[in-house]
């Protein structure tokens, strides 16, 4: 037998030895949970920042000069002894300035060698939910990597954005910047100027009041857009799909050849920057009733 014969075997009994340990060791595992609470000071018109891994987030505004986070953290281990270590290791970290606030959430790093490999390791076993109030005039920048976002009241920019999981804001007033890769993203009752992209999942938003000459953007690869707008709205827009229709009940002056898949148009005169795209959904544009 060849070297390579050698070394493909013993690659498929590793493989599958790994598989074999690592199924039985999350079989075993146990949950185990914290619990994490902290109010911190943050005046009006100051910044509040989240960063997390795994786990959804929640942001409400409330009418306070200070931030209230409750976190769960949760891990699964063996038992509680391993369980009690990597609760312990999976770190809530506050920076307090005046006039901004930034939590970080610290995952332990993980061996990449592979006898940790065979025996299952803790990656993805480890998790942070947060659900945090804020005062109502702040910036708020929430990033994470595995979980939903949801951002309810603030009246200030917002940026929302994660890669795996749906973003959901409503009654937010601001510059407003939503992302996700995979996930929808869905903003109702909003005011400002918004920018949305994903990659697979739709896109809807509902403008209560539109940014007056500035630029918007909502794009996405896998999904369908719906946009509502004020009827008044000033703006010059551009839309596309490659496999869809674009719609719009709004009193738009074309410009150049359009058709179902294509518009290009002033409305109201034209103003702002209104930009929508997709490859595979359709496109509405609609007034607000």
């Not at 920076?95 to 592979?114: C, E, M, S, V, W």
């Not at 795996?164 to 109702?188: C, D, K, P």
């Not at 100027?193 to 007056?212: F, H, M, P, W, Y």
């Amino acid at each position: 037998m060849s070297k390579m014969s050698f070394y493909a075997l013993g690659l498929v009994l590793a493989c599958g030895l790994g598989g074999l340990f690592a199924g039985a060791r999350m079989a075993a595992a146990e949950t185990f949970k914290e619990h994490f609470e902290q109010t911190y000071p943050l005046s009006t018109g100051g910044a509040f920042t989240l960063k997390d891994v795994t786990g959804a987030v929640s942001v409400t505004a409330w009418d306070k000069s200070e931030v209230h986070v409750v976190a769960e953290k949760e891990v699964k281990a063996a038992n509680a002894e391993e369980g009690r270590q990597r609760l312990a290791e999976l770190r809530i970290d506050a920076t307090a300035k005046p006039g901004d606030l930034r939590i970080d959430t610290r995952f332990p790093h993980q061996n990449d060698g592979i006898l940790s490999w065979i025996g299952g390791g803790t990656g993805g076993s480890a998790s942070v939910s947060y659900k945090i109030e804020v005062p109502r005039n702040v910036k708020v920048n929430v990033v994470t990597v595995n979980g939903a976002l949801s951002v309810h009241g603030t009246a200030g920019d917002l940026r929302a954005e994660t890669t795996n999981g749906a973003v959901e804001v409503a009654g937010v007033q601001g510059r407003i910047h939503l992302g996700s890769t995979n996930g929808a993203i869905s903003a109702v009752d909003t005011a400002g100027s918004v920018v949305a992209e994903t990659t697979n999942g739709r896109i809807d938003v509902e403008l209560k009041q539109a940014e007056r000459g500035g630029k918007m953007s909502f794009s996405t690869t896998n999904g369908g857009i719906r946009l509502k707008v004020p009827r008044d709205i000033q703006a010059s827009i551009s839309a596309n799909t490659t496999n869809g229709r674009v719609s719009t009940d709004l009193p738009v002056q074309a410009r150049g050849n359009n058709n179902k898949r294509h518009l290009d148009g002033d409305v109201n005169g034209g103003g702002g920057r209104l930009e929508l795209s997709t490859t595979n959904g359709s496109i509405d544009i609609t007034a607000r009733q």
